[in-house]
């Protein structure tokens, strides 16, 4: 069974940092793609970023570019996102998603239950 | 930002045939890239519905279908259900923005 379990969400302050992880099981880590797509209460999807399967490609949306960081970690089945510069607009539900094969451009086949970020004072 | 436009809504009655579509242009859906459909029930994360412009992942009925020609696609239900009621999305590839991209999604309410 493929699972996606993310961890680190929680209350931050604007302009502060978070670390976001995702540990994932029942495929072949290594050989997919991995993303991150976050969803603001009450909105719709907005994809993050992603990661080819040997991280040779990385993709970010522009609303986030230069303020946060994705990686992955193969033998330890895990993907991270390091968050900076945080706004209150960063506040949202961050899904871990396996994507298709190993590139950026395929579909996003597995997704993980999410976890909250709430940027606010 | 959202570069895949969909209508906000959709309705139908149980039984019928409604269908949502995704307009891009050519730096996503015009350029060659599949596009994909995701179905968001209420308070879960989304799933996969349709993936390379017109496949259905395994469990997922065949009265959901999707097509795709130059810079739209549209998902079909067929025979619309009660537990069909849910928020879609579709998503592709910008190549202008090196990066995946959402549609605005659509609500389907069955009257």
């Known amino acids: 069974e493929v699972r996606l379990v993310e961890s680190g969400g929680g209350l931050v302050q604007p302009g502060k940092s978070l670390r976001l992880s995702c540990v994932v099981s029942?495929?072949?880590?290594?050989?997919?793609?991995i993303h991150w797509v976050r969803q603001a209460p009450g909105k719709g999807l907005e994809w993050v970023s992603g990661?080819?399967?040997?991280?040779?490609?990385?993709g970010y949306a522009d609303s986030v570019k230069g303020r946060f960081t994705i990686s992955r970690d193969n033998a330890k089945n895990s993907l991270f996102l390091q968050m900076d510069s945080l706004r209150v607009e960063d506040t949202a539900f961050y899904y871990c998603?396996?994507?298709?094969?190993?590139?950026?451009?395929?579909?996003?086949?597995?997704w993980g239950q999410g976890t909250l970020v709430t940027v606010s004072s | 930002q959202s570069v895949l436009t969909q209508p906000p809504s959709v309705s139908g009655a149980p039984g019928q045939r409604v269908t949502i579509s995704c307009t891009g242009s050519?730096?996503?859906?015009?350029?060659?890239?599949?596009v994909h459909w995701y179905q968001q029930l209420p308070g879960t994360a989304p799933r996969l519905l349709i993936y390379?412009?017109?496949n259905r992942p395994s469990g997922v009925p065949d009265r959901f279908s999707g097509s795709k020609s130059a810079t739209s696609a549209s998902l079909a239900i067929a025979g619309l259900q009660a537990e069909d009621e849910a928020d879609y999305y579709c998503?592709?590839?910008?190549?202008?923005?090196?990066?995946?991209?959402f549609g605005t999604g659509t609500k389907v309410t069955v009257l």
């Open positions: 998603v396996k994507g298709r094969g190993g590139y950026l451009h395929r579909d996003l086949d597995y």
């Open positions: 990661l080819s399967w040997n991280s040779g490609t990385i």
């Open positions: 390379d412009n017109n």
């Open positions: 029942g495929f072949t880590f290594s050989v997919n793609a």
């Open positions: 998503q592709s590839y910008d190549s202008s923005l090196t990066g995946n991209v």
């Open positions: 050519d730096s996503n859906l015009g350029s060659n890239y599949d």
